[in-house]
């Protein structure tokens, strides 16, 4: 299987896919992560509402030759579970694009904690401040325009959209099987161009750039995966390099999402006498800002 319907096939050609059902389809390397074997792969998620109360169905592993889909569902627990190491390990990492509802749904369903992210969403947004370009907190590119930016890949994804229809025509898209040629199409084209938009990235993310990055993808892994510990067993985050220790310009404040309330709507969201955003405040320990 391969991306027959994204343009540019000659520069980027379809890799092989391979969908897991047992965790011995797996690479050994990335079963068992170790220093000897740093690995970096291409990493996503799809499901049926993903969250924490949603469902999650596949896992897309890019490696440079391969691709593989790991079926949660008819792998069940058992595979998902045997790719826990590799998902909390330093030693290999994963590049993916918005992690955050991928993380949530790793966490509360399989109980892994995702660690050792390069999320290109937060690259793409570091690269634009590092060079001079502002975006507002919620400009956040998406998948299809990053892999359609000449300075990344500049293949137009017409079949995302497709996909995106059939989603909204039926939420439970990704939980039927066995998986059809354009589920596993659209899986493996989610993932197939990771690799190679990280290595553009590196080519363009300062020092101090790549740190942000470090720490702003272990903030949102964690930012849905509320616990009572205050993350005491999750890895601490990386030191701020040596150099700008004495600067006192480290990120104090990471906004994670900013929501958009529609005209007239802003009572729905506050709730009477204040019930329902006080709420969420105290079921999500998070804190609010309003302009």
Same mark, same amino acid.
């Given at each position: 299987?391969?991306?027959?319907?994204?343009?540019?096939?000659? @520069?980027? =050609? =379809?890799?092989?896919?391979? %969908?897991?059902? $047992?965790?011995? @389809?797996?690479?050994?390397?990335?079963?068992?992560?170790?220093?000897?074997?740093?690995?970096? %792969?291409?990493?996503?998620?799809?499901?049926?509402?993903?969250?924490?109360?949603?469902?999650?169905?596949?896992?897309?592993?890019? *490696?440079?030759?391969?691709?593989?889909?790991?079926?949660?569902?008819?792998?069940?627990?058992?595979?998902? $579970?045997?790719?826990?190491?590799?998902?909390?390990?330093?030693? /290999?990492?994963?590049?993916?694009?918005?992690?955050?509802?991928d993380s949530e749904?790793?966490?509360? @369903?399989?109980?892994?904690?995702?660690?050792?992210?390069?999320?290109? @969403?937060?690259?793409?947004?570091?690269?634009?401040?590092?060079?001079? &370009?502002?975006?507002?907190?919620?400009?956040?590119?998406?998948?299809?325009?990053?892999?359609?930016?000449?300075?990344?890949c500049g293949v137009?994804?017409?079949?995302?959209? $497709?996909? &995106?229809?059939?989603?909204?025509?039926?939420?439970?898209?990704?939980?039927?099987?066995?998986?059809?040629?354009?589920?596993? &199409?659209?899986?493996?084209?989610?993932?197939?161009?990771?690799?190679?938009?990280?290595?553009?990235?590196?080519?363009?993310?300062?020092?101090?750039?790549?740190?942000?990055?470090?720490?702003?993808?272990?903030?949102?892994?964690?930012?849905?995966?509320?616990?009572?510990?205050?993350?005491?067993?999750?890895?601490?985050?990386?030191? +701020?390099?040596?150099?700008?220790?004495?600067?006192?310009?480290?990120?104090?404040?990471?906004? +994670?999402?900013? %929501?958009?309330?529609?005209?007239?709507?802003?009572?729905? /969201?506050?709730?009477?006498?204040?019930?329902?955003? &006080? *709420?969420?405040?105290?079921?999500?320990?998070?804190?609010?800002?309003?302009?």
């Amino acid at each position: 299987a391969g991306g027959g319907n994204l343009d540019h096939d000659a @520069q980027f =050609p =379809p890799l092989p896919v391979l %969908v897991v059902t $047992e965790p011995s @389809q797996l690479p050994v390397e990335f079963l068992n992560p170790s220093p000897d074997h740093e690995l970096v %792969v291409g990493f996503d998620c799809e499901g049926v509402d993903l969250c924490r109360t949603g469902k999650l169905c596949i896992m897309q592993l890019a *490696f440079p030759d391969i691709i593989y889909i790991v079926d949660a569902i008819d792998g069940g627990k058992a595979v998902m $579970e045997a790719c826990k190491p590799a998902l909390e390990s330093s030693h /290999v990492t994963k590049v993916i694009h918005d992690c955050k509802r991928d993380s949530e749904a790793l966490y509360f @369903q399989f109980g892994i904690k995702l660690h050792n992210v390069i999320d290109t @969403q937060i690259a793409f947004s570091l690269i634009e401040e590092q060079e001079g &370009r502002h975006r507002a907190p919620d400009d956040y590119i998406s998948l299809v325009s990053l892999i359609a930016d000449a300075d990344y890949c500049g293949v137009e994804y017409a079949e995302k959209e $497709e996909v &995106r229809v059939l989603l909204r025509q039926d939420p439970k898209f990704w939980e039927y099987r066995p998986l059809s040629e354009m589920m596993i &199409r659209a899986a493996s084209d989610d993932v197939r161009f990771l690799l190679h938009i990280y290595q553009k990235m590196k080519e363009r993310l300062n020092e101090r750039s790549l740190w942000c990055l470090s720490v702003r993808g272990q903030l949102y892994c964690r930012c849905f995966c509320v616990n009572d510990n205050d993350y005491a067993d999750w890895p601490p985050l990386p030191v +701020l390099p040596e150099k700008d220790e004495g600067n006192n310009d480290g990120p104090e404040e990471q906004i +994670l999402t900013v %929501v958009n309330v529609p005209p007239g709507q802003m009572g729905l /969201v506050i709730g009477k006498g204040g019930s329902t955003i &006080r *709420f969420i405040k105290e079921s999500c320990k998070l804190l609010i800002l309003s302009p």
